[in-house]
Nanobody, 115 residues
Framework: QVQLVESGGGLVQPGGSLRLSCAAS????????MRWHRQAPGKEREFVAV???????YYADSVKGRFTISRDNAKNKVHLQMNSLKPEDTVVYYC?????????WGQGTQVTVSS
């Protein structure tokens, strides 16, 4: 079955960096676009970044220039490198399968940006 498992979240100071990873299994990873979204308590899940099966990338305006999405098809992983983190980046981050609306989500990983 399809599984997505995020890792790499944690506590970081403002201006710091984190690298999130999402390990995928149960499907042909290289054939799918992959997305990162994030969700604050009581709010809708919002788009962060997407990478197509061909490696093209697109970002939300709020993270453009600070976050980088990448994929490693040999390891069935998608990554989100987050630099220059801000307190408002404090939310749970989810990876999802699919270029458009994801049909599977991981369980999420908490990122907290605080001094």
């Amino acid at each position: 079955q399809v599984q997505l498992v995020e890792s790499g979240g944690g506590l970081v100071q403002p201006g710091g960096s984190l690298r999130l990873s999402c390990a995928a299994s149960g499907f042909t990873f290289s054939a799918y676009g992959m997305r990162w979204h994030r969700q604050a308590p009581g709010k809708e899940r919002e788009f962060v970044a997407v990478i197509t099966s061909g490696g093209n990338t697109y970002y939300a305006d709020s993270v453009k220039g600070r976050f980088t999405i990448s994929r490693d098809n040999a390891k069935n992983k998608v990554h989100l490198q987050m630099n220059s983190l801000k307190p408002e980046d404090t939310v749970v981050y989810y990876c999802g399968r699919g270029y458009n609306t994801p049909d599977y989500w991981g369980q999420g990983t908490q990122v907290t940006v605080s001094s």
